[in-house]
């Protein structure tokens, strides 16, 4: 038998939607997997020819491309970010749909963007912040951060943050508002591109298994 496939899936909210797409697409995780108190961070399956791995969503891109991973789950966000030429996003999954965007402080909205030549901006994003700043003629200036970005206006770190937003729930309880989306966001399945060549028999049905998962979801 070949190495078994390992599959890089996201920690975090697009877990709970991913699960029953992986189960539609016949992979279900063992037990321990569902256990919060589990350390394990790789798992078997019901198929003999797949492990899972759960990582950090930027992370499912990194292990994906570098082949460490052959296939995963990551939202467009993460891709577009890192634009990595060996991964391939075959399929949008239409799951964890959110928006990328841009934010400041409620009532501070007062400045002319056409006016502007540079902004300091907090965000994990800093390669879309440049390319959507550098579009408009404005040069981004980004502080890098991981997460809690909305801390960083009221702390004076930058007066604007670039970050996912859902129900806008995290802008409204920091006193932010959203002033543009940058892109709408939804979770994608990621082959690495050499992988599904080596290992096509493996990979071409998978990905067609996701593709009908896609399909039948509204009817599920
Ligand atoms: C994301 C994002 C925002 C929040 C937005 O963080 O970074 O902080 O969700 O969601 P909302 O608009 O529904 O409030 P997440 O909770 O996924 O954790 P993270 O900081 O690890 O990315």
Sequence with gaps: MTRPLTFAIPKGRILDEALPMLARAGIEPEAEFHDKKSRALRFATNRPDISIIRVRAFDVATFVAHGAAQIGIVGSDVVEEFDYSELYAPVDLDIGHCRLSIAEPVGVSDEDEAAMSHVRVATKYPYLTRRYYEARGIQAECVKLN??????????????????????ATLKANGLVETHVIMPVSARLIVNRAAFKMRSADLTPLVEAFRKAVGGKDAA
């Design 147 to 168: 997460g809690a970005m909305e801390l960083a206006p009221s702390l004076g770190l930058s007066r604007r943050i670039v970050d996912l937003v859902s129900s806008g």
